[in-house]
């Protein structure tokens, strides 16, 4: 819906669809690895991905997975990758003065790659 063709209808939500989160599962669901954020349109960096952010992760529905650590990807990683379709390449560079970020993300977009 566009601002142009909104005709002033209120829509709400279910208490069921908007009920608190009641367990830890649940709240781990969309944790974002550290310092994700967005680099253009579909395209993400992150630090290395833990297993908590794969949800989250899989909730962007990845392509592919830059990795720029020299130390051999996580089999627990390749196992999320290759379980989501999602082709990893590693570009083993010494690391820069931020070693936290390790990992850049393509988006599934259909302009994109």
Known sequence: MTLESYNGDVHTVPQSEN???????ERELFVPPLNFAMVDNGIFRSGFPEPVSFSFLQSLRLRSIIYLCPEPYPEVNVEFAKSNGIQVFQFGIE????AVICCCFKFSAPNIC
């Open 95 to 98: 690391r820069c003065k931020c």
């Open 19 to 25: 009920s608190p989160i009641d367990t830890e599962k």
